[in-house]
């Protein structure tokens, strides 16, 4: 019967000592994880902030579209310049309430 016991006790030491392995083994995981993650968010913080600034380059080059003007397009291109004046108005003013 002892040495069921002591049999048993071996048994339970061992999966403890298993247990414990993959604990620490779960820990050094889950630690590469959570600095890949960081990374990962760092780097997507960089492409959001990357693509902001082309898009708003992307809408410079629009404007700078609308506003380029040849010849007898200067009526035009004025009204047009007067209207986006007034939206800036109106946006400042709906800023300013």
Not at 67 to 79: L, P
């Given at each position: 019967?002892?040495?069921?016991q002591?049999e048993?006790?071996?048994?339970l030491?061992?999966?403890?000592?298993?247990?414990?392995?993959?604990?620490n083994?779960?820990?050094?995981?889950?630690?590469?994880?959570?600095?890949?993650?960081?990374?990962?968010?760092?780097?997507?913080?960089?492409?959001?902030?990357?693509?902001?600034?082309?898009?708003?380059?992307?809408?410079?080059?629009?404007l700078g579209?609308?506003?380029?003007?040849?010849?007898?397009?200067?009526?035009?291109?004025?009204?047009?310049?007067?209207?986006?004046?007034?939206?800036?108005?109106?946006c400042?003013?709906?800023?300013n309430?």
């Open positions: 019967m002892n040495t069921e002591d048993l006790v071996i048994s030491k061992e999966k403890i000592f298993k247990l414990i392995l993959f604990i083994d779960l820990k050094n995981q889950n630690k590469v994880l959570l600095k890949n993650n960081l990374e990962l968010e760092n780097a997507l913080s960089e492409l959001m902030k990357s693509k902001n600034d082309i898009n708003e380059k992307y809408e410079h080059l629009k579209k609308i506003i380029d003007v040849s010849g007898n397009e200067f009526d035009n291109a004025r009204k047009k310049i007067s209207r986006i004046v007034r939206e800036v108005d109106n400042i003013a709906l800023l309430k």
